[in-house]
């Protein structure tokens, strides 16, 4: 229903400003979004979209979320579709299934 409000308000020509949205705290010193990674590095919409699906069934927000301990590398559970066993988010999620094979 989301994407049938904003076609319906781009189809009007009216802009919608959200002027106090909840964003988390960074959980490390030089911690990024990982959306806001993709959006800066030139993905299209639809890619963002697949994206996102992604990052939501595995319930990140952060680099930090789906970094190695050391953080040198992502960890290799956030590569496919099957949810980590051992990180388990305390952030309320929107329902989200497993993306489909053109997402991963």
């Known amino acids: 229903w989301l994407g049938s409000l904003w076609q319906f308000i781009h189809t009007l020509g009216w802009s919608l400003e959200v002027r ?3 964003t988390p705290k960074r959980q ?14 030139g993905y299209k919409a639809g890619e963002l979209r697949l994206i996102n699906q992604c990052r939501i069934f595995h319930q990140v927000f952060f680099v930090s979320d ?8 992502i960890d290799d559970t956030y590569r496919g579709k099957t949810p980590h066993q051992e990180r388990v988010s305390h ?3 929107p329902s989200q299934g497993s993306p489909g094979a053109e997402a991963w």
């Open 28 to 41: 490390r010193i030089g911690d990024s979004a990982l959306m806001t990674i993709f959006i800066e590095s």
């Open 20 to 22: 106090r949205h909840w």
């Open 91 to 93: 952030w309320k999620w």
């Open 66 to 73: 789906i970094a190695t301990a050391d953080g040198l590398q």
